[in-house]
Each structure stands twice: as C-alpha cells, then as structure tokens.
C-alpha cells in the first residue's frame, strides 16, 4: 500500500468560512511553539513530571484545541466545557460540533465537523518496530500478509501504520479505542472502513510528511468535503 500524497495545507490564523458540508482537518508544527510555553490553568492539572518532548507535544495539542475551538464555538478557549462520555471520547456539551484529537513526533492533528461523528489518527512511521509481530497480533491474517508482502522494509512501515491510522480513526470516532476490536475493524476500500459491529464508516487516509501517516473516519453522509489547514498558533502562549 502507497500512502497518498500530503494534501494541501492552507495556512490559517483566523476562523475560516462557514461550511456544513465539510470536515476540517487542521494541524500543528510542535516545534512552531515557543519552549518556554507555560501550562494554561483551564486545562487542568499541570505538567510537572512530564518530560520534553512530551509536555511540548501536549501544550501544543491543547493549543491546537483552544484556537480551533474557538473559532467554531465561538467562545473564549478558557470558556469552552470539554467534558467525556463514559468511555473517555471528549466533547463539548450543547452543540453539534464534534471534534477529535490527535498528536505524534512534532504534529498535533484535530478534526472538527458539524453534524457528524468523526476520529482522527496521526503516526510517525517508524522503522524500529516489529511491525510483522505487531501486526500478526493485532490485525486480521490477511492484513498481515499483505503487509508482509510489501516490497521492503519501508514499504511495510507504511503499509503497516496505513492500516493502523485508518483503524485508530474509525475506533476514536466510535468512542471504544484500539482495545477494542483493531483486529476486526476492516477496511472494505481505499474510503471505507468496517467495524466489528458491522457498521461502516467513511475513511480518508492522508500524510501530513513524508513519514506521518494520518486518518480521518467519520458516519455520514458520505460527500463531506475535507479542507486542511495549518494553524498559526497565539504567538503569545
């Protein structure tokens, strides 16, 4: 499997046009933040034990949320209620937005609709795995083969964290997490994916890099239209 090639990212620093027929795909540099970026009292708990690059990783995903958010609720970040459902699916109560979030390496990815549940999954293809014992344990024998039929080894790197996204995604848009059925959440075609229920999903699989896999999965309808943006986080975290 050939990951498609990276969308094109419009670089965004404000709410972009309204438009309810389409997912938003909106993504950040973790090293666009500044290093001394402080931890914001609304988001809880602080970061003290966390270590580098871990705590940047999440200050800039939890920027990516505020600034985001913002836009779409229109609300202060410190005044969106972010609460989770019983499986730990974050969301906003009292609206029809959804959202989801992710973060790998040096990117933090965040979809967001109107109107339609969605996940989100973004990983660093990394070669210093047993992708083969991984993928003989967690996916289907006939994923695994043909991951085991790639060409060399960084081909079924990225077969490998292909078909993870695309599973993650569909998983977080459900609200189970990858405890739950990896094994038996199939994709039927290059923009569908299968759950161990049955119910199908629709699936777009992009790069943000050359080494980032990414995924978004999402119910209905079908012709949601997808749209990229790179934030231009506060200049002032």
Request: proline letters at 5%.
């Amino acid at each position: 499997m050939i990951l498609p090639s990276p969308p094109e990212w419009q670089r965004c620093s404000s709410a972009p046009e309204a438009d309810a027929g389409a997912i938003d795909i909106w993504r950040a540099d973790v090293r666009e933040i500044p290093v001394n970026a402080p931890w914001r009292a609304h988001w809880g708990k602080k970061m003290f034990q966390a270590k580098e690059p871990v705590r940047q990783s999440r200050i800039a995903s939890r920027l990516l949320l505020d600034t985001v958010l913002s836009y779409y609720l229109f609300a202060a970040p410190e005044d969106i209620v972010i609460l989770r459902e019983t499986n730990g699916r974050p969301y906003s109560p009292g609206t029809a937005v959804d959202f989801n979030l992710s973060h790998s390496g040096h990117w933090a990815l965040l979809a967001v609709a109107n109107g339609t549940r969605l996940g989100a999954d973004v990983e660093r293809i990394r070669l210093d795995r047993d992708l083969m014992a991984i993928s003989r344990r967690y996916f289907s024998k006939s994923e695994a083969q043909e991951i085991e039929g790639a060409l060399d080894v960084d081909e079924q790197a990225r077969c490998f964290y292909g078909l993870w996204t695309a599973k993650e995604a569909a998983l977080k848009a459900r609200g189970t997490g990858i405890a739950n059925g990896l094994a038996d959440t199939n994709r039927t075609s290059a923009g569908r994916i299968r759950l161990i229920d049955g119910e199908e999903m629709h699936l777009r699989q992009f790069t943000i890099e050359g080494d980032y896999a990414a995924a978004v999965a999402w119910d209905a309808p079908a012709a949601m239209r997808l749209r990229f943006f790179h934030a231009t986080l506060p200049a002032d975290c």
